[in-house]
């Protein structure tokens, strides 16, 4: 049992946290545009696709995956500190499923 947590921990430990600046940079290079337009045109898309599901719209990328929104019932919960019980609100909440490309290639 021991080996199984030190592996998982060691998993986790050389996850990197990668940004929008680190993600830009990489693009930047790939595509020879420069910094300024690439971080315009994924403001550009984030925002669209920010817009599209505000409206209740499914935005899907074909292999990579979809953003939608779900509707979360309201339901009881507890509040951990007083342990009192609480309705917590039906609410919105958004929802990304990867695609079978994205998931093959994360295997």
Request: charged fraction near 35%; charge should be positive.
């Amino acid at each position: 049992m021991e080996g199984v947590k030190n592996k998982h921990r060691k998993e986790v430990d050389i996850m990197a946290n990668v940004t929008k600046d680190q993600v830009v940079d990489a693009v930047a290079t790939r595509t020879d545009m420069t910094k300024k337009d690439v971080e315009a045109v994924l403001e550009a898309l984030l925002d669209e696709i920010t817009v599209q599901m505000q409206k209740g719209h499914k935005v899907t990328f074909t292999g990579f995956g979809a953003f939608r929104v779900l509707k979360r019932a309201a339901r009881m919960g507890i509040n951990p500190k007083t342990k009192e019980r609480i309705q917590i609100a039906a609410m919105d909440v958004p929802k990304f499923t990867a695609g079978k490309t994205l998931k093959e290639a994360v295997k």
